[in-house]
């Protein structure tokens, strides 16, 4: 079956340090990957995809690419800033994009 | 890019009572929309599925007596919660999936609390 797991949060961090939050998945066929961000009471942000091996995806300095030899996509950030302070959550999908599989979630603390 | 809206934002109900929540598609027309629920610090569960004009298709485990969803037109879906109790609070988002769109997108979500 479909299935994607994430690191556990919370995650800490000072501004300017570098971010990486791991994801793994298990599906049949050939998903698409997402990560998607949560702000503080407000609904889930398209915040960048892959939709096959080996592409990149990438979006306000956010970065993950699609490794289907060890079925990861994690999500990096070279220098994060305390507006990134937010829920990430990594997510597959089928060919039909019908059924989304979600994380459980990671939670960023960005400090001054 | 698409756009996705809720309403309400937030709600507080008794318990017993029913409530509706609306999701639509304000620049895109979904053929199918999805309902989510998402509990405190955790992930979404997919609760159902809709296609214009069809009945929903409900994940197992989800009472479709208790969380009726309709969705009567390619820009609106409405999920009622039937005789709501306090184990039903929670936060529900819903998304859209136009046709040729490929992706989801997700409204801002509604926060139900029942009392």
């Known amino acids: 079956g479909n299935s994607v797991t994430q690191m556990e949060g919370p995650v800490t961090l000072s501004e300017e340090a570098f971010l990486t939050i791991n994801c793994t998945y298990t599906?049949?066929?050939?998903?698409?990957l997402f990560w998607y961000v949560q702000y503080p009471g407000e609904g889930l942000q398209l915040l960048l995809k892959a939709t096959k091996a080996d592409d990149k995806g990438s979006n306000k300095g956010f970065e993950a690419t699609y490794r289907k030899e060890t079925t990861s996509f994690h999500l990096e950030k070279g220098s994060v800033q305390v507006s990134d302070s937010a829920v990430y959550f990594c997510?597959?999908?089928?060919?039909?994009?019908?059924?989304?599989?979600f994380g459980s979630g990671t939670k960023l603390n960005v400090k001054p | 890019g698409a756009v996705v809206s809720q309403h309400p934002s937030w709600v507080i109900c008794k318990s017993g009572t029913s409530v509706k929540i609306e999701c639509r598609s304000l620049?895109?027309?979904?053929?199918?929309m999805f309902w989510y629920r998402q509990f405190p610090k955790q992930s979404l569960m997919l609760m159902a599925t809709?296609?214009?004009?069809?009945?929903?298709?409900?994940e197992q485990g989800v009472e479709k007596d208790k969380f009726l969803i309709n969705h009567a037109s390619l820009t609106l879906s409405t999920l009622t919660v039937t005789s709501a109790h306090p184990e039903d609070s929670s936060f529900y988002i819903c998304s859209g999936q136009g046709q040729g769109l490929g992706e989801q997108y997700f409204g801002p979500g509604t926060r139900l609390t029942v009392t």
């Open positions: 997510a597959l999908t089928g060919d039909n994009f019908n059924k989304f599989y």
């Open positions: 620049d895109f027309q979904a053929t199918t």
């Open positions: 599906a049949t066929g050939y998903p698409s």
């Open positions: 809709s296609n214009e004009g069809s009945k929903a298709t409900y």
